[in-house]
């Protein structure tokens, strides 16, 4: 099991008055309720626990890419990136992922992953992401041309690092007479390339031909196991192989506390905020025409009930099944239900919603020092490229 | 009167089209929504004409290719379209996205037409930037197109719930391939000009889309062009008042006919 430890940079300060107020906190609330000073702080407090991640021993720190929104507020995923690449030592850096058809030429993307890959020691994992619905309005980008563009941006990108430039592209979205990336990246034949999804077919069917890692975040268990299941049906089937856990990754919040009653209290608040003023997207923003397939919507929303997006949070923390409450019940469910997922990647959330720094602190803390021990060692995830061994590090003790 | 739905091949684009009436030819462009089904508004015009009424690429369960990237290109299609239903010099309507292609055949192919109807037509840029419809759930943004909302169960999904909200969703995929980037096209207001086809403008008197000050505007600068304002209505005039505008059409249609035979060759 590979331990990556999930961030997303919320801004903890969305008012009170939220939900009678905004329809969304993505697009349209106002950044007139953004304070740079605070952000200054805010920053600096969310790149120490990430720096704490790899100190504590996780496999990875993970940034994401999302546009004019307070759920998350790394619209430069790479400018992070590149900060973890001097503020950690160990831990890759897992970009989940930048948005490759989002800007007019993919090939910044190529140029930025790179340099950071080279800087780093060759420590990158390259998520590519079409982008959800709620950037193609922060963007003003066409919808109804997202997938093919996605294609295309990935197949240019993976040409551009593995064949030698200059090279002429003439393709139907992206025309550059002058193909010739510098520098290119350090790990062959590229980084790996990790595909975050919300489940539509068409990625589903790709990722699989690719044999890229799978990932849907903040998705309930047996809705995610379909998706998953799709994925592994196609591997065999069509492309000849079993994809096995390193192709999967499941996402959760993590709180753990002495006892269960005490993490309960502690994250509940945290994890309403996230609910109700983060995660809350109506449908129309989410799916805009076109954006996906109409075999797609259907599925997204038979699987949902709904074409947005919600959480809810009391269902959750009475289901047993959250990954909140003493380290031996978060251990053993994390276990259980990596397991149901058939998923060897474990992205932890142990920042939530406006969670402050020191009960991130001490979360990420009691996990590393009385779960991370007990937890699987590494599985069969994609071997690391060449630099030093970092051997068995979960079973050093945390600081 | 009976109607007919007829699959026409257009140089291997397969068009549904809605057929009906008696009399000289009238192509009807659709708006955004209610395409494919044939209201009072079709009705009362297949009283005078026979109508086309064909559906857009990607309406009605129908493909939308990747060669659909402007209104022009439909335009053209259209041009195809009238040479498959061999139409001679029909009348050309279009209804809101529909006046926007109807505008740009205009521009290239007055030529192929007897007269153009833009009824709230999108297409020219408008002096304030029109709301975003696609952003807005659906009851706000009922209250750009309907003066009367409750016109609007009209264009309301028939059938199962989730089979309605994916058929909505896939024409609304139409619309934004068109209008997503830009709801206008920049260079259309400068080539009104080389709209050389008797002309009506009408307009909702309460459209909230875009005003009809915009439609007035189009009226004088396309030559020769004609004004009318059915005051009750909003932007869809064709579901909101579907006589007024059939009858106003009519009427236009006979000035047409009455009309002296235009000179040939350039009159500027």
Redesign the interface.
Known sequence: MKLFFFHLMPWPFIPDDFQKTWRSSW??LPNSLYDPAIGHRVYGEYLDQLQFADEVGFDAVCVNEHHQNAYGTMPAPNIIAAMLAQRTKRAQIAILGNGICLRENPLRVAEEVAMIDVISGGRVISGFVRGIGCE??SL?????FSR?RFFEAHDLIIKAWTEPGPFEWDG?HYRFRYVNVWPRPLQKPHPPIYCPSQGSTETIAWAAEHRYPYIMTFTPLDVLVRFYDMYRELAARKFGYEAGPELFGWTSQVYVAKDEKTALAEARPHLKYFAERCFAI?P??L????YTS?AS??RF??ARGT?GSFFDVDNLLASGETLIGTPEQVGERLVRNMGRAGAGIFMGAFQVGDMPHDKVMRNVELFADKVMPYLPGASAAPPRPEQASTGSKRMETSK | MNHREERIDVRGCTVPTLIGGGGPALVLLHGAGGAGQWFEFHERLAQRFTVYAPLHPGFGGTP?P?WVKEAEDLALHYVDFIRAIAADKPLVIGLSLGGWIATELAVFRSDLMSGLVLAGALGVRPERPTP?L????PMEAVGYLFADPAKAIALMPQGAA?DG??RM?????????LT??RPYNPQLHRRLHHVRVPTLVVWGGKDRLISPEHGRMLAREIKGACFELIESSGHAVAIEQPTMLADTIARFADGIALAPPQPAGDRR
Do not use: C, H, K, N
Not at chain 1, 140 to 144: E, V, Y
């Open positions: 697009v349209v193609y309005y003003g980008l066409d919808p109804t093919e139907e109506p129309q923003m799916m805009p025409p076109g109409a919507l259907r929303i038979e074409a | 939308l990747s975003d696609f952003i807005m759930d989730v909200i994916v969703w896939e024409e609304q995929a139409a619309v934004a391939r997503w980037r």
